[in-house]
């Protein structure tokens, strides 16, 4: 599969889910990579009128998350979040933010992941650490 079909197969996860209502969505993936991008407006502001900790760190865990599985490639495995760090370091009132996941340790039971929450400038919004399980499909 060539980039924008493994996009737009990673994107149709998002129907009916968190990932939609908050408009997430797949950007770019790489060899040891997955971006994913999220708008800010007022659907995810909290009441100052800038971006929620709770819609980044949705965003954090959506990605890192997602990483897991892709870079798994196991039908048989889940991925699931059992620790997520993050750091808020900038405020943000609109335009758009980037999530993009790389590893950090890639185990047999254990991912971890950095997650770089950066806006459209490059700008350092919030760092995450994710760490997955990775369980056999029940």
Known sequence: MNKEEILKR???FNINTLMETLEIEFV???EDYVTAKM???SRVHQPYGILHGGATAALAETVGSLASAYFLKDKNKIVKGIDLNINHLKSKKEGFVF???RPVHKGRTTHLW???IVDED???ISICKLTNI???KK
Do not use: H, Q
Request: charged fraction near 25%.
């Open 99 to 101: 999530g993009t996941a």
């Open 134 to 136: 990775i369980l056999d």
């Open 39 to 41: 708008p800010v407006n």
């Open 114 to 116: 950095e997650i770089k």
């Open 122 to 124: 490059e700008n350092l």
């Open 10 to 12: 990673l994107n149709s």
């Open 28 to 30: 770019d993936v790489g």
